[in-house]
């Protein structure tokens, strides 16, 4: 069954550095989705991918977040620096064309702590 | 923009028996889609039910319904013969039809089925 992977499952980082995610999703699959998940709530959206375009990025954090799918297939979400507020499990879906439903399924996730 | 409040943080039900899940949503629009996911511990969050707005008939799956009512903008899960593997965390969401794809989820209901 097709599924969406992440990695790495777990980081454990320092703030004030650089952290990247990687996200591969499910094949054919033209929409990708990052979403911030905090401890004890529910997912939020940070940006949005149809193919290689960002088509949503309101909720990005422009000055430390970017995002990229360079190819229209997988995705790098990237925090620089890193700060201890960033501490959340990110998670990435993606949803096809051919669904009227645009059903998104997610990924494990990154689950990132900042020290 | 809309809003997701589920007013459950925890609950807790026995083996075999029934359970409500509590959902509220705010919207000004009039076609949407209302989703149910299931996150378990360590692992994806999956789709359990979905509700388009325009159905009256509430959705079933198994042993997952829901009571849709829409002039109260109001979304519960049911869940009926409760196994041990329905322990995670709940959560609803929100989909306007035909402006994106963007979900926007409630904080999340903790559910502990007790054997």
């Known amino acids: 069954e097709a599924e969406v992977a992440q990695s790495p499952r777990y980081k454990i980082t320092e703030k004030s550095q650089a952290v990247a995610f990687w996200c591969d999703p499910i094949?054919?699959?033209?929409?990708l989705y990052w979403y911030r998940q905090i401890l004890g709530q529910g997912p939020e959206l940070l940006v949005q991918?149809?193919?290689?375009?960002?088509?949503?990025d309101s909720q990005l954090p422009k000055d430390r977040f970017s995002a990229e799918r360079l190819k229209g297939v997988d995705s790098t979400l990237k925090i620089q620096p890193a700060e201890l507020g960033d501490s959340a499990m990110y998670l990435c879906?993606?949803?096809?064309?051919?669904?009227?439903?645009?059903?998104?399924?997610f990924g494990p996730g990154t689950r990132l702590t900042v020290l | 923009a809309q809003t997701v409040t589920q007013s459950q943080p925890e609950m807790s039900v026995q083996e075999a028996e029934t359970v409500t899940l509590s959902c509220t949503y705010d919207?000004?629009?009039?076609?949407?889609?209302l989703f149910w996911y299931k996150q378990p511990p360590s692992r994806q969050m999956i789709l359990v039910i979905r509700?388009?707005?325009?159905?009256?008939q509430n959705a079933t799956e198994n042993r997952f319904s829901v009571n849709f009512q829409k002039a109260a903008k109001s979304f519960s899960l049911k869940i009926s013969d409760s196994q041990l593997g329905d322990t995670a965390m709940y959560f609803c969401?929100?989909?306007?039809?035909?402006?994106?794809?963007?979900?926007?989820f409630g904080g999340g209901t903790r559910l502990m089925v007790k054997p």
């Open positions: 991918f149809q193919d290689e375009s960002v088509v949503d």
């Open positions: 919207t000004s629009e009039n076609n949407y889609y």
């Open positions: 094949s054919g699959h033209a929409t």
């Open positions: 879906a993606s949803s096809g064309r051919e669904d009227p439903y645009n059903e998104q399924f």
């Open positions: 509700q388009e707005a325009y159905k009256q």
């Open positions: 969401a929100f989909k306007l039809h035909n402006a994106g794809n963007m979900l926007t």
